[in-house]
């Protein structure tokens, strides 16, 4: 009796955990709810944190993220309007606004990532393959070179956008935005992570770049080396304009300094002779010691200005 007794108190305190378990749920900060009864949605959706009621067995709770959830799409390739075949990686930020709408569209998160990729991915191809290269790779207008006091970089200039990447991703932004909002998701962002090119072509484009690079360098050496040219004919020039310059102020010193050490001369004299036959006198003097030394022999006729002086004449 007691045993049957004891059987039907545990049953009863089994019942009743299992109906208080069933009839409380709770609901987190994060999180928001939706409640179905036998797979249909009952009332609206839930999402004030805290301990709630429900029917129990019957109700079941569907949770459903109430953050900000992340998309990273596939790098994908896809050719550009200019034929050009790119490797594009993005990614997006989203969260789930009409968690009803959410919850009879897809159900959970893996479904509605699987539509992320379906919409973002078809959003990015369809804009890319409406735009050039460089519309998709820059993302700047009007863009100017740097400018430098070497004249090749006048030369150098950049192709015009109109749209340029931001722009291109705002557009597909706006327009998987709008397909979303049907779903019961609002799509915060959207960015290119990486665009490279094509495993297969960048090899062949990476060379011309590097081709590119070493004509513009070819270009910059020639400008210099004619520069220097240019510089060291000027600087030879002016070199000689002034030792011409120069050695002509140098006679003129000499020229001058003759004439005074002549005029010092013929005062220390006393003007026994003219200024001139004194300068005649010290040049013969002068003359005299360059030729003659102990093993000089000289012929001398006797009308010769040197014999005279030799001779003790006037």
Do not use: C
Not at 139 to 168: H, L
């Amino acid at each position: 009796m007691k045993k049957a007794v004891g059987l039907m108190i545990f049953a009863f305190v089994v019942i009743v955990l299992l109906f208080v378990t069933g009839t409380i749920y709770t609901v987190r900060e994060d999180q928001q709810v939706i409640l179905t009864q036998f797979g249909k949605p009952v009332g609206d959706p839930i999402d004030e944190a805290g301990l709630h009621f429900k029917v129990p067995f019957v109700v079941k709770v569907n949770e459903i993220e109430k953050r900000v959830l992340a998309w990273d799409g596939v790098s994908s390739q896809m050719p550009t309007r200019d034929k050009t075949y790119i490797q594009v990686d993005t990614f997006a930020r989203w969260k789930i606004s009409d968690p009803l709408a959410y919850f009879q569209k897809l159900r959970d998160e893996r479904s509605a990532l699987s539509r992320l990729d379906d919409i973002l991915g078809s959003e990015t191809r369809n804009a890319v393959a409406k735009h050039d290269l460089i519309e998709v790779v820059r993302s700047t207008k009007g863009r100017k070179p740097a400018t430098t006091d070497v004249q090749i970089e006048k030369e150098v200039d950049f192709e015009e956008i109109k749209v340029g990447r931001r722009m291109i991703e705002r557009n597909v932004f706006e327009t998987a935005k709008a397909k979303l909002e049907d779903f019961g998701i609002t799509l915060l962002d959207l960015r290119f992570k990486r665009i490279n090119y094509n495993n297969e072509v960048a090899p062949q484009i990476y060379q011309r770049m590097i081709s590119e690079r070493q004509q513009i360098a070819e270009r910059f050496r020639s400008e210099g080396a004619g520069e220097a040219a240019r510089i060291k004919g000027t600087m030879e020039r002016e070199v000689k304009k002034i030792e011409s310059e120069a050695y002509r102020k140098v006679q003129a010193i000499l020229g001058e300094a003759d004439a005074e050490s002549t005029r010092i001369y013929a005062e220390a004299y006393g003007g026994t002779l003219e200024q001139e036959n004194f300068y005649q006198f010290v040049k013969t003097l002068e003359a005299y010691d360059r030729i003659l030394d102990d093993k000089t022999t000289v012929i001398l006729s006797t009308d010769s200005e040197l014999f005279k002086l030799l001779n003790g004449s006037e």
